[in-house]
């Protein structure tokens, strides 16, 4: 199998450098794309447009109106079971959002081909610089769709699945998500230790694809996508 989705890797890699602006002669199993417009991801549940953000270009994700559930753009190629993901993201609420609105802006992993499951990892911009103590400490969340989402998990395993990071509403930030087996950490800012660890992931491991993940109310900016496999 191993042989098998690096194979899959090499012709993804190719058919998509155009549009996705991935980088020539990269490994096989890693891939570079500068997320500047929207050819090659295919929306689930949100709308993809090129913008300008803070100076720099990148794709905006909404929602697609009246849709209430959280969503995700796929991105086409990358295909894998553990690695790490790495991608500057920027999130706020979105016009006429509710007050509970965060912000909420991420990534999601091993999304199931027929899009029933995935894990993602992701934050609260607006949590970060709160100032109430417990709202600071829901900064970063993990979930895993459709059984375990935050508020499942914040009932039943209180604070085990979320922490406080130092955020700033709407600016770039750098996030960075390691997973192998159960294991996935999340990294923020280049920071050398991990924000939030994870050391259960809840769906069985396989390979899956990559999205950029919205919430509710949230109107998020990606760039400079980098999804690198483990060779597994």
Request: neutral net charge; hydrophobic residues 40%.
């Given at each position: 199998?191993?042989?098998?989705?690096?194979?899959?890797?090499?012709?993804?890699?190719?058919?998509?450098?155009?549009?996705?602006?991935?980088?020539?002669?990269?490994?096989?199993?890693?891939?570079?794309v500068a997320l500047t417009?929207?050819?090659?991801?295919?929306?689930?549940?949100?709308?993809?447009?090129?913008?300008?953000?803070?100076?720099?270009?990148?794709?905006?994700?909404?929602?697609?109106?009246?849709?209430?559930?959280?969503?995700?753009?796929?991105?086409?190629?990358?295909?894998?079971?553990?690695?790490?993901?790495?991608?500057?993201?920027?999130?706020?609420?979105?016009?006429?959002?509710?007050?509970?609105?965060?912000?909420?802006?991420?990534?999601?992993?091993?999304?199931k081909p027929d899009s029933?499951?995935?894990?993602?990892?992701?934050?609260?911009?607006?949590?970060?610089?709160?100032?109430?103590?417990?709202?600071?400490?829901?900064?970063?969340?993990?979930?895993?769709?459709?059984?375990?989402?935050?508020?499942?998990?914040?009932?039943?395993?209180?604070?085990?699945?979320?922490?406080?990071?130092?955020?700033?509403?709407?600016?770039?930030?750098?996030?960075?998500?390691?997973?192998?087996?159960?294991r996935g950490a999340l990294?923020?800012?280049?920071?050398?230790?991990?924000?939030?660890?994870?050391?259960?992931?809840?769906?069985?491991?396989?390979?899956?694809?990559?999205?950029?993940?919205?919430?509710?109310?949230?109107?998020?900016?990606?760039?400079?996508?980098?999804?690198?496999?483990?060779?597994?």
């Amino acid at each position: 199998m191993q042989h098998l989705h690096r194979s899959i890797g090499v012709v993804a890699a190719a058919f998509f450098a155009a549009t996705l602006g991935i980088v020539q002669g990269a490994p096989a199993d890693k891939w570079e794309v500068a997320l500047t417009n929207t050819s090659g991801l295919t929306p689930h549940g949100v709308q993809a447009s090129s913008v300008t953000h803070n100076g720099k270009s990148a794709v905006r994700l909404v929602e697609v109106p009246g849709t209430q559930a959280e969503g995700y753009a796929l991105v086409q190629g990358p295909v894998l079971k553990d690695g790490t993901i790495e991608v500057d993201v920027a999130g706020r609420p979105g016009q006429g959002a509710a007050e509970t609105a965060r912000g909420f802006v991420g990534i999601a992993f091993r999304i199931k081909p027929d899009s029933s499951a995935f894990e993602c990892f992701y934050l609260r911009p607006t949590n970060g610089r709160a100032d109430d103590q417990l709202r600071r400490n829901h900064s970063t969340q993990y979930i895993s769709f459709p059984d375990f989402p935050w508020e499942k998990l914040r009932k039943e395993t209180p604070g085990v699945y979320e922490s406080y990071v130092d955020l700033v509403t709407g600016e770039w930030t750098h996030v960075k998500i390691e997973f192998r087996d159960r294991r996935g950490a999340l990294y923020v800012n280049r920071a050398p230790q991990p924000a939030l660890i994870v050391n259960d992931l809840k769906l069985e491991p396989a390979a899956g694809g990559i999205g950029l993940f919205i919430g509710t109310g949230t109107e998020g900016f990606f760039r400079n996508l980098v999804v690198t496999s483990s060779g597994t």
